[in-house]
């Protein structure tokens, strides 16, 4: 009898999405334990119930689901035109010496300029606006993206490129069927830094330019000294980043890198 | 003058580090004709990859020529297919995209590419293994891979670059007795850089043995001996062992 509900409970515990859960579990059991016994102020330090209770307001007043809308297209839109001028940059710079000494120390010196440091000019030229955002993200994301893109067209071996240049393909094709499949582990950990960067300097400037936004609705929350709305906005924020991760970036390494076998499986 | 001509082919690299020039080949000429077999067998560093770079059109030569069917060789080209050591294979491909490749790259249409490509991996001995990812095949398979995407090509020359040195000793048998039919019943013209005395012996109708850096042809040894070339029977075959021992001396007085 016992193992009759034992078992499909175990097997319940076992799924992977499941198993994904777990820490968060027991990371929730120990806040909700700590607010219980009153350590810190409630105020201060608000439970795991007082932040759904938040939750389930402010989608109610949908707030949180359009300043979420905000927050994602930025950040997609970023990301986008990010990638879409930074990987072929970078497999310019990558392939062809001549881009490299010219774009190399440029890139360099405007990577120093954090993309936090743009704000005050930008703010001036653009003022609170979706452009001064967009070029924020795009700014931060792109370094990652050159960076590993120039890295990954290097690290096809050689052996790879003249066994298709003996096939007879043409540079054009070599590019195409050889030189970015054999960079896209690079260029994959690339779009995951640049992201990543790219998330945490959308809130920042979410938080500075000040519309719309998680950043905002974080921000603003300090002048009601909302200390639910932070605590909301940061697990938003959390919850946000993995489930980018495993319903973007993992499947596409599993698709890709991880069926090919140019890195191994995550057990 | 059909087939291969190589005529005084030399190649000095100036080292960086230490200021000098070195040659890495050295007035090399040879001459293989359409459908022979030929082995060049040198000690390592004695610039046989070498030679079969220049005749890939991989690294160009500082002194001599090379010619294939008259035309003279300025760079990599399909007439000229390469089997390397390390496969070279594309992992994201499988095994049929693979083979395909060089046909799609010269705008053969899909039906046919994918017929002539299956030809050969059923010659090669992988039929069944079409959708698989070379990262799923062991290295002796991968390599069949790497011949089998070479002849789908239909090159003038087939260019095989230590290509079983990276396999185990049982499995790079089976290759080689493999190789000698497909040579035999295709006539593929092949020239093969090994250090292996016998598998050189082996496998080619010439063997031509290179002195140590720079290499220079030392001497072409003709090989007789009966085909098809099986491992147990040519091991018994008069004249294998009194061969081998040959060109082996050959290789180590060189090498001296």
């Not at chain 2, 098809?228 to 007085?253: C, D, F, M, N, S």
Request: proline share 7%.
């Amino acid at each position: 009898m016992r193992r009759r509900i034992l078992l499909p409970l175990r097997s319940f515990f076992m799924q992977p999405a499941v198993q994904g859960l777990g820490p968060f579990v027991l990371l929730v059991i120990v806040w909700a334990l700590v607010v219980e016994l009153e350590v810190y102020p409630r105020a201060f330090f608000p439970g795991p119930l007082d932040v759904l209770r938040a939750f389930g307001s402010l989608v109610y007043k949908g707030i949180l689901p359009t300043y979420l809308q905000d927050s994602v297209t930025r950040l997609a839109v970023g990301a986008g035109v990010g990638m879409l001028v930074g990987v072929p940059l970078g497999l310019l710079i990558g392939l062809h010496p001549a881009s490299y000494r010219f774009f190399w120390p440029l890139i360099i010196f405007f990577q120093a300029i954090g993309d936090i440091a743009w704000l005050p000019i930008l703010l001036i030229w653009f003022g609170f606006t979706l452009t001064t955002m967009t070029f924020v993200i795009v700014y931060t994301v792109i370094f990652p993206m050159i960076f590993n893109a120039a890295l990954g067209v290097r690290t096809v071996p050689v052996e790879m490129i003249r066994a298709a240049q003996s096939l007879g393909a043409s540079p054009w094709r070599i590019l195409v069927e050889v030189l970015i499949p054999g960079a896209l582990p690079n260029i994959i950990t690339g779009l995951r830094n640049g992201l990543g960067y790219g998330w945490r300097a959308l809130i920042a400037a979410e938080i500075i330019v000040g519309t719309s936004g998680i950043g905002f609705m974080m921000f603003d929350a300090r002048r009601s000294g909302s200390v639910v709305e932070m605590i909301l906005g940061m697990i938003v924020l959390g919850i946000l980043w993995y489930v980018v991760d495993a319903g973007v970036l993992r499947p596409a390494e599993r698709a890709t890198i991880e069926r090919w076998g140019l890195v191994r499986q995550v057990p | 003058m059909e087939g291969l001509v190589i005529r005084d082919l030399s190649k000095i690299y100036y080292d960086i580090y230490t200021g000098q020039h070195v040659a890495a080949v050295e007035e090399v000429s040879l001459e293989i004709g359409n459908g022979e077999f030929v082995a060049i067998l040198g000690p390592s560093g004695c610039g046989k990859t070498t030679l079969l770079n220049m005749v890939a059109g991989f690294i160009p030569p500082t002194r001599g020529e090379i010619l294939l069917n008259g035309r003279r060789i300025q760079g990599p080209g399909p007439d000229r297919g390469v089997v390397f050591q390390s496969f070279a294979l594309f992992p994201w491909k499988t095994v049929l995209d693979n083979v395909v490749f060089g046909l799609k790259m010269r705008g053969v249409p899909k039906e046919e590419r994918d017929r002539i490509a299956r030809e050969y991996i059923a010659l090669v001995g992988l039929e069944g293994f079409e959708n698989r990812y070379p990262h799923e095949l062991s290295g002796g398979m991968q390599q069949r891979v790497g011949v089998a995407r070479v002849l789908a090509n239909k090159p003038d020359l087939m260019l095989m670059d230590e290509p079983f040195a990276s396999v185990d000793a049982q499995t790079r048998m089976t290759l080689q007795e493999e190789l000698t039919r497909i040579w035999g019943a295709r006539q593929p013209t092949i020239l093969f850089v090994t250090h292996d005395v016998e598998e050189a012996v082996f496998l080619a109708n010439r063997v031509v043995v290179l002195t140590p850096r720079p290499g220079r042809v030392r001497e072409t040894v003709p090989v007789d001996l009966p085909r098809p070339r099986i491992w147990q029977h040519l091991i018994e075959a008069p004249g294998y062992k009194g061969l081998v021992a040959r060109v082996l001396g050959l290789v180590r007085t060189a090498g001296a």
